[in-house]
Nanobody, 124 residues
Framework: QVQLVESGGGVVQAGGSLRLSCLAS????????MGWFRQGPGNEREFVAS????????NYVDSVKGRFIISRDNAKNTVYLQMNSLKPEDTAVYYC?????????????????WGRGTQVTVSS
């Protein structure tokens, strides 16, 4: 099992940047694929980005491509989400998740562990 704690959320103006961090504790972090999901006002939880265990393969929802970058540092047991050119529609609670399956996934149900979320608010 892996425990996840997100940090780095806050309030930022449109066009600004934030970097979210997800610190994992457990014995097998380097074996997990990692993902970021978000849930905004009136919306269900949606996939944002994923990264495989090695960091070699990433995937993004279309709405954040070119703006967000997911990365990981296995030596620090941490996954990051660098968010640039933020838009008001990016406002949401962002969740970090871990997937011990064979491949990374964009499906929330395929993730085994979840953080409690960090709020990101983008003002216009």
């Amino acid at each position: 099992q892996v425990q996840l704690v997100e940090s780095g959320g806050g309030v930022v103006q449109a066009g600004g940047s934030l970097r979210l961090s997800c610190l994992a504790s457990g014995r097998a972090f380097s074996l997990y694929h990692m993902g970021w999901f978000r849930q905004g006002p009136g919306n269900e939880r949606e996939f944002v980005a994923s990264i495989d265990w090695s960091g070699a393969s990433t995937n993004y929802v279309d709405s954040v491509k070119g703006r967000f970058i997911i990365s990981r540092d296995n030596a620090k047991n941490t996954v990051y989400l660098q968010m640039n050119s933020l838009k008001p529609e990016d406002t949401a609670v962002y969740y970090c998740a871990a997937n011990n399956g064979y491949r990374a996934s964009m499906v929330p149900q395929e993730y085994d562990s979840w953080g409690r979320g960090t709020q990101v608010t983008v003002s216009s």
